[in-house]
């Protein structure tokens, strides 16, 4: 397993953009599948977006497809997710995840596709 430290959360306005980023450290972060979840206030942490270790595939929530972008520096063992066109319902706190496997296109993406998780960073998206 590694270490996950995410970033770059915040405070901004709907319409805004933000990019978190989540370090690794423990581990070795070039053959892991890297993810990103979110949770919102009393609802279930859901999935947002997943990178392979070789970063040519790549997947979205419908919710975020469009509007988000995953990407990773396997040099820094870091992974982004530029966030653009925040809307008020983007609001959750944000985990960086790690795991081995890769779903093929269609499936769900659950938490028990990651063995590492961050802490969380918070994204809070005023109207």
């Known amino acids: 397993q590694v270490q996950l430290v995410e970033s770059g959360g915040g405070l901004v306005q709907a319409g805004d953009s933000l990019r978190l980023s989540c370090t690794a450290s423990?581990?070795?972060?070039?053959?892991?599948?890297m993810g990103w979840f979110r949770q919102a206030p009393g609802k279930e942490r859901e999935f947002v977006s997943a990178i392979k270790w070789s970063g040519d595939l790549i997947r979205y929530s419908d919710s975020v497809k469009g509007r988000f972008t995953i990407s990773r520096d396997n040099a820094k063992n870091t992974v982004y997710l530029q966030m653009t066109s925040l809307k008020p319902e983007d609001t959750a706190v944000y985990y960086c995840a790690a795991g081995q496997a890769w779903r093929p296109s269609g499936s769900v993406w659950l938490e028990v596709d990651f063995h590492s998780w961050g802490q969380g960073t918070q994204v809070t998206v005023s109207s």
């Open positions: 423990g581990g070795t972060f070039t053959h892991l599948a």
